[in-house]
């Protein structure tokens, strides 16, 4: 496994390939007891992200307190590397789950202008809102780990 090629040493506090990751969502349960039970496993279960009417569940518990039962997806970990920030590919900030909305002039045909969409824009704003406080912005170019990973479970709907 490497670690950072900035000499700041140690190995990715994610995982490692073939390891498991669990992922935690916003989430409801009216009795966490049955939901646990192996023979009715999973009922009275909800998930935000899914549910049609979020409206009707009087109180969503935060993802940071869903438990491994709770879990419906879960990730195998495929690849891990470091490379800096602003390495990314408009790819990798698509796979990252970034909508385009910067464009940039490009020639199409007989000299017609088409607008493009860019990644990487909107992909650093989010990434700064979130970082550059703590001081890891865009700016800074620190290094990151990238994660590949497939989804190996669905469990629950």
Known sequence: ???????????????????????????HCDNP???????????????RATEKHPEIFPKW??????????????????????????????????????????YEAGLCGEGSIIELPTYIEPFMELWDSLNAKRGYGWAENPWVWVISFRRIEYGRA
């Open 1 to 27: 496994q490497k670690a950072y090629p900035d000499g700041g040493g140690g190995k990715c506090p994610y995982g490692i390939p073939g390891d498991h990751l669990w992922v935690r969502e916003t989430w």
């Open 33 to 47: 007891a049955m939901a646990q039970d192996t023979m009715s496993r999973g009922e009275g279960l909800v998930y």
């Open 61 to 102: 518990k935060p993802s940071i307190f869903m438990p491994r039962w709770a879990s419906r997806i879960t990730l195998e970990i495929e690849d891990v590397r470091v490379e800096r920030l602003q390495e990314i590919t408009e790819e990798d900030a698509k796979a990252e789950g970034i909508f385009a909305y910067g």
